[in-house]
């Protein structure tokens, strides 16, 4: 299951990364990090998108 979601560009160097190749950090601001994780660039680590994980 795929889509235009699953892609994301990082503002601060242009690189399209997939979901899977996203690094995955927890979230700042208190947020649960069992359902929320940050997916960050895997080339200069800017943070791409907070997503929902898990149930
Ligand atoms: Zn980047």
Same mark, same amino acid.
């Given at each position: @299951? /795929?889509? #235009?979601?699953? /892609?994301? /560009?990082? &503002? *601060?160097?242009?690189? $399209?990364? &997939?979901?899977? =190749? *996203? !690094?995955?950090? =927890? $979230? @700042?601001?208190? !947020? &649960? #990090?069992?359902?929320?994780? $940050?997916?960050?660039? #895997? &080339?200069?680590?800017?943070?791409?998108? $907070? %997503?929902? %994980?898990?149930?």
């Amino acid at each position: @299951m /795929t889509g #235009p979601d699953d /892609t994301y /560009t990082c &503002d *601060a160097c242009g690189s $399209t990364t &997939d979901r899977s =190749e *996203a !690094l995955r950090r =927890e $979230t @700042m601001g208190g !947020l &649960d #990090p069992d359902r929320w994780q $940050t997916l960050c660039c #895997p &080339d200069c680590g800017a943070r791409l998108k $907070t %997503v929902l %994980v898990g149930e």
